[in-house]
């Protein structure tokens, strides 16, 4: 089992769904005890909202690919019931605004039975949950609330942006003993890259520096982190070289590999969908602040979204986020 950065690249072209959809495939095949469990998510019903586990109950069968009541608390008290017994089961909560209906299964019992237990228990459980705006969902289907789980102790948080991330996250999160808040934003199921080689593993916690540069340090994760890599082809048209570090996990985060970056280019962005007000990027800035103090050329910068609930108007929930054109502005500004 290899990360994505050493394997040598598959042939086939995939789009974020596609290759989640796979991971999931290979997961089950791979190991019997892993079953799925939300609302849809049988080929009866459509293979869930967003079709990512579309052809797995008809492959694996309808007692590992099991549609739910639309009932959020218990889809994730089953599913933690059912890891106490030796499952890996992963739940889908259809959208991430819907957490919060089972947030007390979440933060009261996934993430405090291993301390509540001494460690003698752990909970092996992958919540899946589609976020994000950009789609006309309005306030209610639109939010990445991703700061409310990375502050509860207990939880990891994972973010693809890329196929082969998607793939290899997801297979490692299901091999975790602990329970793991996989988060897929929905603009990004489109985009395509190359599907790696099976079982391929992507390491938790490990961040990845999609685009070498010399001026200035963009962190970001999820769609955010493909908008990072437009906006630095932006910034390069006006001279100023941006390095793209997508964390790919949350929490917990890749420290090292972002004060790395940010000690070599003394100038850093954190770029986040999630509203910025104590959102991730506060953390992520106190804490590259404290360790690079006297090395940065300029204080950590943020850019986020509108502390506003998601607009359904298409006009206002574009102005709502960022885009290339103003990551790539601030970065600018950033570097003069």
Not at 23 to 36: G, I, Q, R, S, T
Not at 312 to 326: H, N, Q
Request: net charge negative; proline share 6%; aromatic share 6%.
């Amino acid at each position: 089992m290899t990360d994505t950065a050493t394997a040598p690249a598959a042939q086939k072209k995939v789009t974020v769904k596609e290759a989640l959809n796979q991971a999931l495939a290979d997961a089950m095949a791979e190991n019997e005890k892993v079953l799925l469990l939300g609302e849809d998510v049988a080929d009866p019903e459509g293979g869930g909202v967003m079709a990512v586990t579309r052809g797995l109950s008809t492959r694996f069968g309808d007692h590992r690919v099991r549609s739910t009541p639309i009932a959020e608390q218990a889809i994730i008290g089953a599913a933690i019931g059912a890891s106490l017994v030796g499952w890996r089961p992963i739940a889908e909560i259809m959208i991430m605004n819907f957490s919060t209906v089972c947030m007390d299964m979440i933060v009261n019992h996934a993430a405090k039975l291993r301390f509540m237990s001494g460690g003698q228990t752990s909970v092996p459980i992958v919540v899946r949950m589609a976020a994000g705006a950009g789609i006309a969902s309005g306030g209610q289907h639109s939010d990445h609330l991703e700061a409310w789980f990375a502050h509860t102790a207990g939880l990891k948080v994972v973010i693809p942006s890329t196929p082969e991330d998607a793939y290899g996250l997801m297979l490692s999160s299901i091999d975790d003993p602990d329970p793991v808040i996989f988060i897929e934003n929905i603009l990004n199921y489109g985009t395509t890259g190359l599907l790696p080689p099976t079982g391929t593993r992507v390491p938790l916690s490990k961040a990845k520096v999609t685009r070498e540069g010399t001026d200035v340090t963009i962190v970001s994760y999820s769609r955010m982190a493909t908008v990072a890599l437009a906006a630095a082809e932006i910034a390069a048209q006006q001279g100023v070289s941006v390095e793209v570090v997508d964390l790919r996990t949350i929490s917990p985060w890749d420290q090292e590999t972002v004060f790395r970056s940010g000690a070599k280019t003394g100038r850093v962005l954190v770029v986040h969908e999630a509203v910025k007000a104590f959102g991730p990027g506060g953390e992520i800035a106190a804490e590259t602040s404290r360790a690079l103090f006297g090395q940065l050329k300029k204080p950590v910068e943020r850019l986020a979204s509108a502390y506003s609930p998601v607009p359904f108007s298409k006009p206002l929930e574009t102005a709502y986020m960022p885009d290339a054109e103003r990551v790539a502005e601030a970065a600018i500004q950033l570097a003069r």
